[in-house]
């Protein structure tokens, strides 16, 4: 009966060590989302705005080339 309780002990030893090293394993949970201040979100609102006016132009340069080309 004790030796059936000490081997009870180390399989929940065991156990217990194997979610340890799972856990130990596992990636970071990534850091919490910054709030927003404003001075970021003019930066993101620029950083936009800036990707709007530079799409705008590759598409007026991609009308350009394919006028080219049409020639």
Do not use: K
Not at 36 to 48: F, G, I, K, T, W
């Amino acid at each position: 009966m004790a030796d059936q309780r000490a081997l009870d002990a180390v399989a929940r030893i065991e156990r217990a060590l194997a979610r340890i090293e799972t856990a130990a394993n596992r990636p970071p949970p990534p850091p919490p989302a910054p709030e927003e201040s404003d001075s970021y979100r003019r930066l993101r609102d620029a950083h936009d705005a800036l990707r709007r006016q530079v799409a705008g132009a590759i598409g007026q340069i991609d009308g350009l080339i394919r006028e080219g080309e049409a020639r």
